[in-house]
């Protein structure tokens, strides 16, 4: 049964960090690409960050870059995000989840579709 589960959601000050963790279980996760996704109230859910598969090239959400970090470790089977310098528009559930593929060439690794997704953790962040 193949299954993801995020935790090291929580509350910080703004300036603060978090590290989010994504364990997969029930597939290779090196074999397809993986993503980071959040969604705030009221609002869509949107893409943060993923790592593609076929080049392990890595794709970040403009109001994140330099912020956030996406890592992977394939011996693990579990995939990161470290969360520095949050500030409120960063509150949201944050979801990961797996793109099994097919995947089109000279695409970014956010085109999708994804096809299993985590349960979420919240991360909220205030003064």
Do not use: H
Not at 17 to 26: A, E, N, V
């Amino acid at each position: 049964q193949r299954e993801l589960v995020e935790s090291g959601g929580g509350s910080v000050q703004p300036g603060g960090s978090l590290r989010l963790s994504c364990k997969t279980s029930g597939f290779t996760l090196s074999f397809y690409a993986i993503g980071w996704f959040r969604q705030a109230p009221g609002k869509e859910r949107e893409g943060v960050s993923c790592i593609s598969s076929t080049d392990g090239s890595t794709y970040y959400k403009d109001s994140v870059k330099g912020r956030f970090t996406m890592s992977r470790d394939d011996g693990k089977n579990t995939a990161y995000l470290e969360m520095d310098n949050l500030n409120p528009d960063d509150t949201a559930v944050y979801f990961c989840a797996v793109d099994y593929g097919p995947y089109s060439p000279d695409t970014s690794c956010m085109t999708g579709p994804y096809d299993d997704w985590g349960q979420g953790t919240q991360v909220t962040v205030s003064s």
